[in-house]
C-alpha cells in the first residue's frame, strides 16, 4: 500500500470515528498514556476497508496531541511512518456551503525512503485536473501538486523552507478548485505542530 494511500485510509478512518471519539484518544495521550484511535465500524457510507487496520494491518498510535496537531505513528507493511495531522480551523466554499468530506493536513516522515517532514493536504473532495492550488504560510505561497483528493509541493527543493514556515507561524491556508468548479479555502492553525514534529522527530529514530 501507496504511503499516499494509507494517509487517505487514516483520514477516513478519522472521519468515521468522529471528533467525540478521536478527544477521547487525544486525551489519553495527553495524559501519558499513549493510545490508539478507535476502531471504526462498518458503514455504508465508509466500508470497512476504510480503517487504520486496512493499512497494511498497521493501526495508528497516537503518541501525543499538542494543540491542534495530533502525532501518530504506525507501520504499515512493515515500515515505520511517523507524521502530525490535523484539521481545518475553519472552511469556506465558493458558492458558498458545498457539501464535501472532511480536509487533514498531514506531515509525514518515512525512515524507510529516507523522507522527513513531506506535507501533503487530503482536501476532502476530487480536484479539477489540471487546476492550481496554493498553499499560503508566513506570507509566502507555495505552488502544490494535486492528484485526486491529495496536495503535495509542487517544487520539493522549497518544501525544507515551507516547513519551517509552518513550525513559526500562526495559521497556514489551503486553497483548491474541485472538480465541480466549487472553490475552496481551508485555515488550518498550526498551534502545536512544532512540538508535534519534535516529538515524531525521536519516535521515528527509535
Given at each position: ?7 487517505t485510509v487514516v483520514?477516513?478512518?478519522v472521519?468515521?470515528?468522529?471528533i467525540?471519539d478521536?478527544?477521547?484518544a487525544q486525551?489519553?495521550a495527553s ?5 490508539a484511535p478507535p476502531k471504526?465500524?462498518p458503514t455504508?457510507?465508509?466500508?470497512a476497508?476504510?480503517?487504520p487496520a ?6 495508528p498510535?497516537l ?5 491542534s496537531?495530533g502525532a501518530?505513528t504506525?507501520?504499515?507493511n512493515?515500515?515505520?511512518?511517523c507524521?502530525a ?9 465558493n458558492?458558498?456551503n458545498?457539501?464535501?468530506?472532511p480536509a487533514y493536513?498531514f ?12 506535507v ?5 473532495y476530487?480536484?479539477k485536473?489540471?487546476?492550481e492550488?496554493?498553499?499560503e504560510?508566513?506570507?509566502a505561497r ?5 492528484q ?14 515551507m516547513?519551517?514556515?509552518l513550525?513559526?507561524a500562526?495559521?497556514?491556508t489551503v486553497?483548491g478548485?474541485s472538480?465541480?468548479g ?5 485555515t488550518?492553525?498550526?498551534?502545536g505542530?512544532?512540538q508535534a514534529l519534535d516529538?515524531?522527530a525521536?519516535?521515528c529514530?527509535r
Amino acid at each position: 500500500m501507496s504511503v499516499r494511500r494509507f494517509l487517505t485510509v487514516v483520514s477516513m478512518s478519522v472521519a468515521v470515528i468522529g471528533i467525540s471519539d478521536l478527544a477521547q484518544a487525544q486525551s489519553a495521550a495527553s495524559k501519558g498514556k499513549a493510545a490508539a484511535p478507535p476502531k471504526a465500524a462498518p458503514t455504508p457510507a465508509k466500508p470497512a476497508a476504510a480503517t487504520p487496520a486496512a493499512a497494511g494491518g498497521a493501526e495508528p498510535t497516537l503518541v501525543g496531541q499538542f494543540g491542534s496537531w495530533g502525532a501518530y505513528t504506525a507501520t504499515p507493511n512493515g515500515k515505520k511512518v511517523c507524521f502530525a495531522l490535523a484539521k481545518p480551523a475553519s472552511s469556506k466554499t465558493n458558492p458558498a456551503n458545498r457539501p464535501r468530506d472532511p480536509a487533514y493536513a498531514f506531515v509525514s516522515t518515512r525512515p524507510a525512503e529516507k523522507v522527513t517532514n513531506e506535507v501533503s493536504i487530503m482536501i476532502g473532495y476530487q480536484l479539477k485536473p489540471g487546476s492550481e492550488s496554493t498553499l499560503e504560510v508566513g506570507g509566502a505561497r507555495y505552488a502544490m501538486y494535486t492528484q485526486g483528493d491529495g496536495l503535495w509541493i509542487k517544487n520539493a527543493a522549497e518544501e525544507e523552507r515551507m516547513v519551517e514556515a509552518l513550525r513559526k507561524a500562526a495559521d497556514v491556508t489551503v486553497k483548491g478548485v474541485s472538480a465541480k468548479g466549487t472553490e475552496t479555502t481551508d485555515t488550518f492553525s498550526l498551534k502545536g505542530l512544532a512540538q508535534a514534529l519534535d516529538r515524531l522527530a525521536q519516535d521515528c529514530r527509535r
